[in-house]
C-alpha cells in the first residue's frame, strides 16, 4: 500500500539554526499538507499546498516557516531560526483531492524536531 | 467553526473490557468524521473513518457510528487488548468545494492504558 514518508525521523538542532524536515507524498496525490503535535498535546494544522502555492495557513505557521515543493516528489518544511518551542513532532500529510468527503489525508511517521 | 471535543484520559481498563471514548463535534455543513490511533513513539494512523450520516466505521474491532442528530462518534470495543494501549484521537474534516485542500481537525486526545 502507497504510504507517506518523512525524513529524518529525528532532528536534533540548536536554537537559530535552520532546519528542512522533509516528506515523499504519495504519488498520485496533489495535495500536501503539515500538522505539528507538541509533546502531549493534539495534533495542530499548519499548513496545506497546492499547486505550488500554499491554500491555507494556520496562525501558527508565520514568516519563519514556508514549504516548497523543490521537485516532482519531495515535499519540504523549512523552520529558518528554530526556538524551543518549535520542538514537536511535525507530521507531513498528502492527499488525492482538496474536497474531502471520501477523500482522507495520509499522513506520515513523523519527525520529531527537538530544538536545544 | 470547526472543532472536536472528546473525553479526557487517561482511561484505565482491564483486557477484555468493554471501551467507550466518546467524541463530539461542531462542524458546519457535512464533515467526514475519523478516529486515529498513535502507538507509543510511532505516527497517526487511521483507524476508521464515517463519511455521512449513520455510517459505522469499523476496524480491527473498533467501531463508531455517525450520529448527526447528537453530533457524536464515538468509539467503541467490546473487548479491548493490552496491545490497545495507546492514544486515540478523534477527528474531522470539511467537505469543501472548490478549494486547495482542507485540514483535518484533532481532538485533544485520549490515553488508554489496558493492564493484563
Known amino acids: 500500500e502507497p504510504e507517506v514518508t518523512q525524513t529524518p525521523s529525528h532532528q536534533v538542532t540548536q536554537m537559530g539554526q535552520e532546519v528542512i524536515l522533509r516528506c515523499v507524498p504519495i504519488?498520485?496525490?496533489?495535495?500536501f499538507y503539515w500538522y505539528r503535535q507538541i509533546l502531549g498535546q493534539k495534533v495542530e494544522f499548519l499548513v496545506s499546498?497546492?499547486?505550488?502555492?500554499?491554500?491555507?495557513k494556520s496562525e501558527i505557521f508565520d514568516d519563519q516557516f514556508s514549504v516548497e515543493r523543490p521537485d516532482g516528489s519531495n515535499f519540504t518544511l523549512k523552520i529558518r531560526s528554530t526556538k524551543l518551542e518549535d520542538s514537536a513532532m511535525y507530521f507531513c500529510?498528502?492527499?488525492?483531492?482538496?474536497?474531502?468527503?471520501?477523500?482522507?489525508?495520509?499522513f506520515g511517521p513523523g519527525t520529531r524536531l527537538t530544538v536545544t | 467553526g470547526n472543532s472536536v471535543t472528546q473525553m479526557e484520559g487517561p482511561v484505565t481498563l482491564s483486557e477484555e473490557a468493554f471501551l467507550t471514548i466518546n467524541c463530539t463535534y461542531t462542524?458546519?455543513?457535512?464533515?467526514?468524521l475519523f478516529w486515529y490511533v498513535q502507538y507509543p513513539g510511532e505516527g497517526l494512523q487511521l483507524l476508521l473513518k464515517?463519511?455521512?450520516?449513520?455510517d459505522k466505521g469499523s476496524n480491527k474491532g473498533f467501531e463508531a457510528t455517525y450520529r448527526k442528530e447528537t453530533t457524536s462518534f464515538h468509539l467503541e470495543k467490546g473487548s479491548v487488548q493490552v496491545s490497545d494501549s495507546a492514544v486515540y484521537f478523534c477527528?474531522?474534516?470539511?467537505?469543501?468545494?472548490?478549494?486547495?485542500?482542507?485540514?483535518?481537525?484533532f481532538g485533544a486526545g485520549t490515553r488508554l492504558f489496558v493492564k493484563a
Open positions: 500529510a498528502s492527499s488525492e483531492d482538496g474536497t474531502g468527503g471520501d477523500y482522507e489525508q495520509y
Open positions: 504519488s498520485n496525490h496533489l495535495y
Open positions: 499546498f497546492y499547486n505550488n502555492e500554499i491554500s491555507e
Open positions: 462542524a458546519t455543513g457535512y464533515p467526514s
Open positions: 464515517a463519511t455521512k450520516a449513520d
Open positions: 477527528a474531522l474534516s470539511p467537505t469543501l468545494l472548490g478549494t486547495g485542500g482542507f485540514k483535518t481537525i
